[in-house]
């Protein structure tokens, strides 16, 4: 199994950046595409972003397209989700997950582990 654990969420002003880690305990990490949902107040779970095994691609909701990034470092079990030019409309609970390929990577229900959740806030 993988264990995921996510934090760095926070509350900021809008227009203020904010970066989200996830670390991984599992030994296989770099086996698994890695990828961030959020979930907002009365709002359905949903995609923000996916890297693949190697970090060679990268997929984003259109909402979030130029003002977030994902990387990662498999050295160190990590994958990070980095937020600029935040809007009040990105407050959620943001989660990382893990997932055996690339493929339907905004489908919640693809991936096989979670992590907790870590709340970001955005204040106008």
């Known amino acids: 199994q993988v264990q995921l654990v996510d934090s760095g969420g926070g509350l900021v002003q809008a227009g203020g950046s904010l970066r989200l880690s996830c670390a991984a305990s599992?030994?296989?990490?770099?086996?698994?595409?890695m990828g961030w949902f959020r979930q907002a107040p009365r709002k359905e779970r949903e995609f923000v972003a996916a890297?693949?095994?190697?970090?060679?691609?990268?997929y984003y909701s259109d909402s979030v397209k130029g003002r977030f990034t994902i990387s990662r470092d498999n050295a160190k079990n990590m994958v990070y989700l980095q937020m600029n030019s935040l809007k009040p409309d990105d407050t959620a609970v943001y989660y990382c997950?893990?997932?055996?390929?690339?493929?339907?990577?905004?489908?919640?229900?693809?991936?096989?582990?979670w992590g907790q959740g870590t709340q970001v806030t955005v204040s106008s």
């Open positions: 997950a893990a997932k055996r390929d690339f493929t339907s990577v905004v489908v919640t229900s693809g991936y096989d582990y």
């Open positions: 599992g030994r296989t990490f770099s086996s698994y595409t």
């Open positions: 890297i693949s095994r190697s970090g060679g691609s990268t």
